[in-house]
């Protein structure tokens, strides 16, 4: 089992770029999470899906689109990049997507926007 | 809004010396979880707690909820340049499916 896979690993934007990130998941969990990791700030939820067909959003929308293309593919789309979104972003998945769950996470995307 | 305060931010200590590391805040969570992320990688669950006052142990770490539920520690015995990386707890936010995560305590363990 691959886990939880993300790409790319590495991407640079020039503001007003727009790109979509790519997660999925082999687990066959229901619920699916991004983050960005910025230093100093920890982790914070831009959008989750507690199960297929569904979105919400999280602590950081603006700025970000989500797809839940399908149980196993959860993607993130920024449609005009600014600097402020450089940031490192993890896709996590759990199986239920109560707390207690163990999140089991990507291995990021480094993302500078220039 | 629910916050989670870390303290040290960094610890850097010599191979073999015990240190102990903090989760704090002024809100009840339901239950917390300690990650460890090494650099260039996600992070990986090493515990998760869910009683007040409860103690887990995994190997050289030492993991106790406060009996408030407000706050949490780490402790790790003799501890081993493989302990170096970043902690972060995380407790459970607004109608559970959510996480509140704490910056980290970034660890180097010295050979």
């Known amino acids: 089992n691959a886990g939880v896979t993300q790409t790319p690993k590495f991407q640079v934007l020039k503001t007003g770029q727009s790109m979509t990130l790519q997660c999925a998941q082999d687990m066959n969990h229901n619920s699916m999470y991004w983050y960005r990791q910025d230093p100093g700030m920890g982790l914070r939820l831009i959008y989750y899906?507690?199960?297929?067909?569904?979105?919400d959003k999280g602590e950081v929308p603006n700025g970000y689109n989500v797809s839940r293309l399908n149980k196993r593919e959860f993607s993130l789309r920024l449609e005009s990049a600014a600097p402020s979104q450089t940031s490192v972003y993890f896709c996590?998945?759990?199986?239920?997507?109560?707390?207690?769950?163990?999140?089991?996470f990507g291995p990021g995307t480094r993302l500078t926007v220039l | 809004t629910q916050l989670l305060e870390q303290s040290p931010q960094f610890l850097s200590i010599q191979e073999g010396e015990n240190l102990t590391v903090y989760c704090n805040s002024s809100?009840?969570?339901?239950?917390l979880q300690w990650y460890r992320q090494e650099p260039g990688e996600g992070p990986v669950l090493l515990v998760t707690v869910v009683t007040g006052g409860e103690v887990k142990k995994l190997k050289r770490l030492t993991f106790q909820f406060g009996d408030a539920r407000k706050d949490s520690s780490l402790h790790i015995t003799a501890a081993q340049p493989g302990d170096t990386g970043l902690y972060l707890c995380a407790g459970a936010g607004k109608g559970n499916y959510q996480l509140i995560w704490g910056a980290g305590t970034k660890l180097i363990i010295k050979p």
């Open positions: 809100s009840v969570f339901s239950s």
């Open positions: 899906s507690a199960s297929e067909g569904t979105t």
């Open positions: 996590a998945s759990s199986p239920t997507g109560f707390s207690t769950d163990t999140q089991y």
